[in-house]
């Protein structure tokens, strides 16, 4: 404790050591990026941030629709051969010049089975070069999120990367690194210069970029700050210009604040539980040759147990929606009217658990993040209290995103804890990630609890190339009715997001919780 302590002081006197001029946007919250490998982890902090430095063929604009990025126009040569024509005239941040030879090598990287964002490249076959400046993406089928989906697909110098021997993408879950996993070379708006595990990451503006940013953002110093008191403190005391993970129950406190301004807005964001559905016999459970979450009365009871009301009310201080889908609102697929949890029933639970034959109930552990989520360590010890008055024993481990995650990706687990958030705005994109069964490239890539379930499978995949909005809303529907009458997942709730600054900091508030600074402007 004392060692984090000093970490985030030093952080905080990092900070006070940079140029106190108005276009250095100081960010904090509470969660560390886990690589700089722009392939290698599908974890919203870290593209938070590696997406000032990286870009795609295509990118957002200020509400959300689609712009040209590395790509200026696309033109559907066939319904499965889509046409890019790359920009002119980009360099990398070492001003070397980008090109399509970029595009097919950062392709083939990011397809690579030990990274995590292949779900970006779903459905596209293959990538090929046209001339120097134009590509062809050649795809299994029509896709109609396609231009969705590559937003995320990120472009690294092939060059930089052969030079430096970072090829590879790094296999975060065996602890590895390469020379990505700490360095970047994008084309993006700012340069990363530094990361310091756990104190800050350091950016400095692109003056060279190919576009104009909106805001005067010159230097930006993100630092994971995991102590609610010591971030909410920085603020407070003006170490910090912008906090992005605001205690909830210090929002009434800094909205009363004149020096400050909260700004509110929901998060495409939903906590859920992933049982282990596929193992044999279930890790740290005392049930010994067989797998009680293979049963769906054991999956239902967990579920009906949970009091998500208690939850949203005494642990998020309203700042939560009650789930009974995996999607939030914002998402393509989110329909209110099926979105309605049941109230929680510990007798029922505990007749389900005895009609699956566990009148007793069983030891099990539940893996959760402490510094990722809006108090994600309270909601897992108020989980593990309200299934102990139903028989379930758990053993609570709470740790840093870090290390959770690579347990959770060595499937060693028995039940975890996470929040999952749309990219896309696309409900498949949580189906086919969380639900499909885990297979080669994209299908099931994030399926980390063995959901394998030949409905969903059937859906997910007539949804990948169905071109008719209505019909593909209908298999939407179908899968998430699926998942939620069936508990693959259980989900708990959607996530509100407030963002506290700085009177004089105007920004963008993002659905996705990723800042950018190049929307940003400080007084």
Request: aromatic share 8%; charged share 25%.
């Amino acid at each position: 404790m004392l060692i984090k302590l000093v970490l985030a002081v030093a952080a905080l006197l990092a900070m006070a050591t940079l140029p106190a001029q108005a276009q250095t946007l100081r960010w904090a919250a509470q969660n560390d990026v886990l690589t700089l490998d722009p392939h290698s982890q599908n974890h919203a902090t870290t593209s938070a941030i590696l997406m000032h430095a990286y870009e795609g063929l295509t990118r957002y604009g200020p509400s959300y629709q689609i712009e040209p990025s590395l790509a200026t126009r696309w033109t559907f040569i066939s319904p499965t051969q889509v046409r890019f024509e790359l920009r002119r005239g980009v360099r990398f941040h070492d001003g070397s010049p980008f090109s399509a030879d970029d595009v097919l090598f950062s392709f083939e990287r990011i397809r690579q089975p030990q990274g995590t964002m292949q779900i970006y490249v779903t459905g596209i076959q293959d990538i090929r070069k046209v001339d120097s400046h134009t590509v062809d993406l050649v795809l299994s089928a029509p896709n109609p999120i396609l231009l969705r989906n590559i937003i995320d697909f990120r472009i690294m110098s092939r060059a930089w990367a052969e030079k430096n021997n970072s090829t590879r993408v790094q296999d975060y879950k065996a602890k590895e690194e390469n020379f990505a996993s700490r360095n970047v070379m994008g084309t993006g708006p700012y340069r990363i210069l530094s990361w310091m595990p756990e104190q800050r990451v350091l950016m400095a503006r692109n003056e060279a970029w190919w576009d104009k940013p909106a805001g005067n953002v010159l230097q930006l110093v993100y630092t994971p700050i995991k102590s609610e008191p010591t971030r909410v403190a920085a603020l407070l005391a003006g170490d910090v210009d912008l906090l992005t993970d605001v205690p909830v129950q210090d929002l009434e406190r800094l909205r009363a604040d004149k020096r400050l301004k909260v700004m509110d807005g929901p998060e495409v964001r939903t906590l859920f539980l992933a049982p282990d559905l596929g193992s044999a016999e279930l890790k740290y459970s005392s049930v010994k040759g067989r797998n009680p979450f293979a049963d769906k009365r054991v999956r239902q009871a967990l579920s009906l147990a949970i009091d998500r009301e208690g939850i949203r009310r005494s642990i998020m201080r309203g700042m939560s929606i009650p789930a009974a889908l995996m999607v939030a609102p914002g998402v393509n697929g989110h329909d209110p009217a099926l979105d309605t949890p049941a109230r929680a029933d510990p007798a029922a639970a505990r007749k389900l658990l005895a009609d699956a034959g566990y009148p007793a109930g069983f030891e099990l552990r539940l893996n959760c993040p402490n510094n990722r989520y809006v108090n994600d360590e309270k909601i897992c010890q108020a989980i593990s209290a309200m299934w102990a008055r139903i028989g379930v024993k758990v053993s609570l481990v709470a740790e840093s995103m870090a290390t959770f995650s690579q347990k959770f990706q060595n499937f060693d687990t028995s039940i975890y804890l996470l929040g999952w958030g749309v990219a896309t705005y696309d409900a498949q994109y949580t189906i086919q990630s969380l639900a499909r069964t885990r297979s080669s490239g994209a299908d099931g890539n994030f399926n980390f609890s063995k959901v394998s379930d030949p409905v969903v499978d059937r859906l997910t995949d007539a949804m990948k190339s169905e071109t008719d909005i209505a019909k593909r809303n209908a298999l939407i529907r179908q899968a998430l009715l699926r998942i939620r009458d069936e508990v693959l997942l259980i989900p708990l709730h959607h996530q509100m997001r407030p963002w506290a600054m700085k009177a004089g900091v105007s920004t963008v508030h993002r659905s996705d919780d990723r800042p950018e600074a190049r929307f940003t402007t400080l007084k």
